[in-house]
Each structure stands twice: as C-alpha cells, then as structure tokens.
C-alpha cells in the first residue's frame, strides 16, 4: 500500500526521458524488408523513420547498424540514414549485434542504461541482441512497430520471448509521447506535432485538423 504522505506529483524513474535512453536500429534494410511478412511493409518503414525523427527532436542518441551491407542486405533504409546524415552506420557480419565489438562500444558510448530498440527480423536480429544486453544489465524497450519478423508467428513468439527475458515492448508514438510527456514543453511541441503530423496516420491528421478549425496548441 503507498504511503499517502510520500505520494508526490512527480514522474517514475522507469518512464524514458531525453537524457536517460538511446536508441538503436538494428538491420532495416532492403533484403531484410523483402523477407519481411509479419505485418504491412510499409507501415513499418513508417514508424521506424517515426521512431528516429523522435530520437532527433529530443537529441536522445542513436545507433545505426546493418548487417552484411555489401554482400547481401544492401544499404540501409535511405529514409532513416536521412534523418541522421552524419551518423556513422555500423556494418557486422554477427546476426547478433551483441557480438558485435564496435557495436556494443558504440552503445557504450551513448551513457544510456536504457536501450530503446527496433529492427528486421524481430525473431533473429532484435532478440539476441535484446537478451543479450539485458543479460549485462540494460533496461530494453523494443520498438514492436517499427520491427519485423519472417511471418506474424514469428514476430509475435520473438516478442514474447524477449518479455519473458525482461524487456518491455512499446510502440513509436507511445516512445515519442513519453519523451514528450507534457504538452507545456513549448521547445519541443512544434517539433513533436509536426513528427506526428508526418507519420502519425490519422492522429496526426486529428492534429492537422485541431489546428486548422480549432487554432493555437492542439495535441493528444
């Protein structure tokens, strides 16, 4: 039972904010998409170009990486290396990106505990380096989304497995909104609308909508 005289307006340190997540892409690329059959392609390419123009609004840092780019992938999604065009993007020949020294260093780097992950396919490249990180101490919110697997199946035991394991799945608005989180942070509300008008689907055209008819600072 809480104690009612320690109950304060204040958030839970579990919540992901700007300064305590990184996020990392892992593997969305051409040849991975093309074997991709647990959900619409498309949408996926969505919420992962979503989820990184998230990460650049709230300057939260990020790992590119791809996995046999020249032999048999192919480059990674030009939408998402668009969004951060200075980025370095590591390549590997490890399915598991854990395994990877440079990657793991660049993760490393980031300072962050909280690991913020998305990438093809769910049942190979997301959940080894998923349980692999949370073995050494990580927090992992995989980005179920703006990931995908070989069949729906697929996906969906890759996603449980990885619950089972610790980690906590969430949605790429859902980790927008959180990084967000009052709509009184005036610095980041254009930025966070316009991300949500572009690739929020309906939400963001509810928005496009408030403003027009409503006018002044409309949000969900």
Same mark, same amino acid.
């Given at each position: 039972m809480a104690d009612i005289a320690q109950v304060t307006a204040s958030p839970s340190p579990d919540l992901l904010t700007p300064d305590n997540c990184a996020v990392l892409f892992v593997d969305h690329q051409p040849q991975m998409f093309f074997g991709t059959g647990s959900g619409d392609r498309t949408a996926i390419i969505n919420s992962t170009v979503g989820l990184a123009k998230a990460a650049k609004v709230f300057g939260v840092p990020v790992v590119l990486s791809t996995v046999a780019a020249e032999s048999f992938s192919g480059p990674i999604l030009p939408q998402l290396a668009d969004v951060f065009p200075e980025q370095k993007?590591?390549?590997?020949?490890?399915?598991?990106?854990? #395994?990877?020294?440079?990657?793991?260093?660049?993760?490393?780097?980031? /300072? &962050?505990?909280?690991?913020?992950?998305?990438?093809?396919?769910?049942?190979?490249?997301?959940?080894?380096?998923? !349980?692999?990180?949370?073995?050494?101490?990580?927090?992992?919110?995989?980005?179920?989304?703006?990931? /995908?697997?070989?069949?729906?199946?697929?996906? #969906? %035991?890759?996603?449980? &497995?990885?619950?089972?394991?610790?980690?906590?799945?969430?949605?790429?608005?859902?980790? !927008?909104?959180?990084?967000?989180?009052?709509?009184? &942070? /005036?610095?980041?509300?254009?930025?966070?609308?316009?991300?949500?008008?572009? %690739?929020? /689907?309906t939400y963001g055209l509810g928005l496009v909508y408030a403003q027009a008819f409503i006018g002044g600072h409309a949000a969900g």
């Open positions: 993007i590591i390549d590997r020949t490890t399915m598991n990106a854990w #395994e990877d020294p440079a990657f793991v260093e660049a993760v490393k780097a980031t /300072g &962050r505990e909280k690991l913020v992950i998305a990438g093809l396919w769910t049942e190979v490249c997301v959940v080894l380096p998923v !349980l692999s990180a949370i073995a050494q101490g990580y927090e992992v919110y995989v980005v179920t989304d703006a990931s /995908g697997g070989v069949s729906p199946q697929a996906h #969906e %035991h890759a996603v449980q &497995r990885m619950i089972q394991g610790g980690a906590v799945p969430v949605t790429w608005v859902q980790v !927008l909104l959180e990084l967000q989180r009052d709509w009184a &942070r /005036g610095e980041t509300y254009v930025p966070v609308t316009d991300v949500v008008k572009e %690739h929020g /689907g």
